[in-house]
């Protein structure tokens, strides 16, 4: 049985200080049992009528999965809304805990699964509720808007959540009421809502591991070389690597954007696993990654998650299987008031967000 190696992912914390957690690669797939597993995970999801629910990032097996089984592979607003849309008693979340959380939030009632709860997320790591909490209360006068990805308790202690598709449509909402904001947790999605909308943001310190790497000198020798090729940017990647592309947004919005560019050629800088449906939608297209350091450097992520890349058809079995330490559960009094701010964004996505997509109807 093939098993990788654990690695160690550094982060930054709130105050500046560096943090370190691990990240477990799930057990390999040999080739030629690939066709088996994924013919054994299709059965065990309709025995137990679970549905998947699988984000861009995690592996082409598992996206493909989720398409084929009436699930859906999507950023994490439609995530939320789909799998609380969908009448499945079971919801299997292929991404990374918040993920998770957010669906047992949302339907309590329900069983949420994970092939590995231990998937993390630098900006909920960096953002623990003690020390949140304080600085929430240091400024009674502000709206709290937080990140989805953060923990329930964060979520429990805001006003708002919101994900990167909706950020700067309920920033501008909320600056437009003349309400001043307290934002947690990414500095730089925090940072273009704030010169897109103008509001008056206080912002808490964290980042990606995974987009804080895309540096702009080298998407630069990297676009002389593709003087063709235009530039789409998740907005948790630094001003400087924003300033340079030619859409900006939320991992569905991405790939929208690239439908409606309509170009030959895309650098893409976030996480290269969104590559695999780019070219599904868009066969004949040449997709390339935004380079994460600069030569002889070295890179933690190289553009891949490693919490998302935990999730595997073999863990997912697994949970299938029934096996233990995969349900996730939230305390009850924090889910009730966790699933407030949650809410609100839903029914302001459902006036104000159309076109909400991912691929699958609930
Ligand atoms: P999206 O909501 O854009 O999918 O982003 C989630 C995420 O974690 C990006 O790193
Ligand atoms: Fe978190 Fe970054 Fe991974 Fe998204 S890509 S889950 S923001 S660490």
Redesign the pocket.
């Known amino acids: 049985m093939a098993v990788a190696t654990p690695i160690q992912i550094r982060f930054e914390r709130f105050n500046g200080d560096m943090g370190i957690a691990p990240a477990k690669p799930p057990r390999l797939v040999a080739p030629g049992e690939r066709q088996a597993l994924v013919e054994r995970a299709k059965q065990l999801l309709a025995q137990r009528d679970a549905v998947l629910v699988a984000?861009?990032?995690v592996h082409p097996d598992l996206q493909d999965l989720a398409q084929d089984t009436g699930g859906t592979v999507?950023?994490?607003?439609?995530?939320a809304r789909f799998g609380h849309a969908h009448s499945a008693k079971t919801i299997v979340v292929a991404?990374?805990r918040?993920?998770g959380e957010t669906a047992k939030i949302l339907n309590p009632e329900k069983r949420v699964l994970m092939p590995d709860l231990a998937a993390e997320?630098s900006?909920d790591l960096a953002t623990p509720i003690d020390a949140f909490s304080s600085f929430c209360d240091e400024h009674p006068d502000r709206a709290v808007v937080v990140y989805?990805?953060t923990s329930a308790a964060v979520k429990a202690r805001s006003d708002w959540m919101v994900?990167?598709?909706i950020a700067e449509k309920i920033v501008a909402h909320l600056h437009r009421q003349g309400k001043k904001i307290l934002w947690a947790p990414d500095k730089h999605l925090g940072d273009y809502v704030q010169k897109a909308t103008g509001a008056d943001m206080l912002m808490w310190n964290a980042s990606?591991v995974?987009?804080d790497e895309f540096k702009a000198q080298q998407l630069e020798e990297l676009k002389a070389l593709h003087p063709e090729a235009k530039v789409l940017v998740?907005?948790?990647s630094p001003a400087s690597v924003i300033r340079m592309a030619d859409a900006v947004?939320?991992?569905?919005?991405?790939i929208q954007a690239a439908e409606r560019l309509k170009a030959k050629e895309y650098i893409v800088a976030?996480?290269g696993g969104i590559i695999h449906q780019m070219r599904k939608r868009m066969p004949g297209v040449t997709f390339i990654e935004a380079p994460t350091a600069g030569k002889g450097a070295t890179c933690q992520s190289c553009a891949h998650?490693p919490w998302?890349a935990m999730n595997g058809l073999h863990n997912l079995i697994e949970t299938l299987e029934g096996a233990p330490g995969h349900e996730v559960h939230v305390d009850p009094a924090i889910g009730r008031r966790a699933k407030l701010p949650i809410e609100r964004m839903l029914e302001f996505a459902k006036a104000n967000l159309p076109a909400l997509q991912g691929s699958g109807d609930a």
């Open positions: 984000h861009y990032y999507s950023d994490s607003l439609e995530m991404g990374v918040f993920m997320c900006l989805a990805n994900t990167s598709s990606c995974v987009h998740h907005p948790e947004g939320s991992t569905t919005g991405i976030t996480d998650c998302m």
